[in-house]
């Protein structure tokens, strides 16, 4: 019976000096047969043999392993680079379809914020010619006025009449 849950351990909860998850079960071509057990940790990926293992719980999905195992011997570097690719990977198709879906409404977004900014800064170029047009005609009007004002005869003087002494 132990040998079965062995076999059909992935994804158990490991228990003892190094807790983690099943994440392969390494064996023979005979599917009833494992050899060792890849448990995940936080940060790594051990090889723990059989033999280590002290009991299978299959209702609560717990492998218990002994302590007197010692340390479990480390991933094979290519499965550590292999799961790191994998992961990835996962990432990179992940951010790939978030701006797949992200792209199009932002690029409205963008189209919109530059079409308003464009109406605005026509809108204010307008309405500085039109002040410029206004100060424009005001000027000609005042230089019209001191021209006729300069060019114009002097009055005549009148004489005041004098007042008795």
């Known amino acids: 019976m132990a040998r079965y849950w062995l076999a059909q351990c992935e994804g158990f909860r490991v228990k003892g000096p190094l807790n983690g998850t099943v994440e392969k079960v390494v064996g023979a071509v005979d599917q009833q047969s494992a050899e060792s057990l890849v448990v995940r940790t936080a940060w790594r990926r051990h090889n723990i043999p059989v033999d280590a293992v002290d009991a299978v719980v299959?209702?609560?999905?717990?492998?218990?392993?002994?302590?007197?195992?010692?340390?479990?011997?480390?991933?094979q570097p290519y499965e550590r680079?292999?799961?790191?690719?994998?992961?990835?990977?996962?990432?990179?198709?992940a951010v790939a379809a978030t701006f797949a879906d992200k792209a199009p409404p932002l690029a409205r977004l963008l189209r919109d914020v530059v079409l308003t900014l464009a109406l605005f800064?026509?809108?204010?170029?307008?309405?500085?010619a039109r002040a410029v047009g206004v100060a424009a005609v005001r000027v000609g009007q005042l230089a019209a006025i001191a021209f006729a004002r300069l060019t114009a005869p002097p009055p005549a003087r009148q004489a005041r009449p004098r007042r008795p002494r």
């Open 81 to 93: 680079t292999r799961a790191v690719a994998a992961a990835s990977s996962h990432a990179a198709g």
């Open 121 to 128: 800064i026509a809108a204010a170029l307008v309405t500085l």
């Open 58 to 75: 299959p209702a609560a999905r717990l492998i218990v392993v002994d302590d007197d195992s010692g340390e479990a011997a480390a991933a």
